[in-house]
């Protein structure tokens, strides 16, 4: 069975704080993909990151950082110096073999 | 460029009533097509997914239908409403091929509140 869990419901943090949002998933598929996508207040959600199964390197853009260990079934995401604009809800999702699975999101709350 | 338009944007209901929300992309084609529902405070539920036209997959048994008339359209439909089905309902493409497969592009989504 295929599951994406992100047991950080809600965080908030103030304002130029480091936060890091945690996701676990779990796949038996031997190739696939994780997203991470934000949904700010307006609803649409953006496509932040995709990462395959092989390719475990980290990445960085700008104040985005993303770590996939798959020892740990782990693809979390931490921003740096964080800004109010970055208030919204973050999902997780995996794709294996046709279809996705969401977590059930983390919202971070970016105070100034 | 591709877009995604989702239309309306938000819609209120009565129990009972039909429905019909719309999705089109532009600027791809023979893209897979994908409904979502998001209940309030919650996460992403896929309703519906499509390979192509007329070919649909549906994830879970309930009172909504989706239609594929066309390359580029997604229609999620119902009969009648019921209260538990007020939701946020997003519409998504991914591309079959190229670097940016798999990625799933999301419209601005419908607010429907059914009364």
């Known amino acids: 069975a295929q599951k994406v869990t992100q047991a950080q419901t809600e965080i908030s943090v103030v304002e130029k704080e480091d936060v890091t949002l945690d996701c676990v998933y779990e796949t038996r598929d031997t190739t696939y993909y994780l997203f991470w996508y934000k949904q700010p207040p307006s609803g649409e959600l953006v496509f932040l990151i995709r990462r395959n199964s092989f390719d475990e390197q980290n990445e960085i853009s700008g104040r985005y950082s993303w770590n996939f260990q798959k020892s740990t079934s782990s693809f979390n995401f931490t921003i740096t110096a964080s800004q109010v604009v970055d208030s919204a809800v973050y999902f997780c999702a995996l794709f294996g073999t046709y279809k996705y699975i969401f977590g059930t999101g983390t919202r971070l709350k970016v105070l100034a | 460029s591709q877009t995604i338009h989702q239309w309306p944007a938000t819609l209120v209901q009565p129990v009972g009533s039909p429905l019909s929300l719309e999705c089109t992309v532009e600027?791809?084609?023979?893209?897979?097509l994908y409904w979502y529902r998001q209940a309030a405070g919650r996460g992403l539920q896929l309703l519906f997914y499509s390979v192509g036209i007329g070919q649909i997959s549906s994830e879970v048994p309930q009172n909504l239908s989706a239609s594929r008339p066309q390359d580029r359209q997604f229609i999620l439909s119902s009969k009648k409403l019921l209260l538990s089905d007020s939701g946020f309902y997003l519409c998504?493409?991914?591309?079959?091929?190229?670097?940016?497969?798999?990625?799933?592009?999301f419209g601005a989504g419908t607010r429907l509140s059914v009364l």
């Open positions: 998504a493409w991914s591309p079959r091929l190229g670097l940016a497969k798999n990625i799933q592009y």
């Open positions: 600027g791809t084609s023979n893209p897979n």
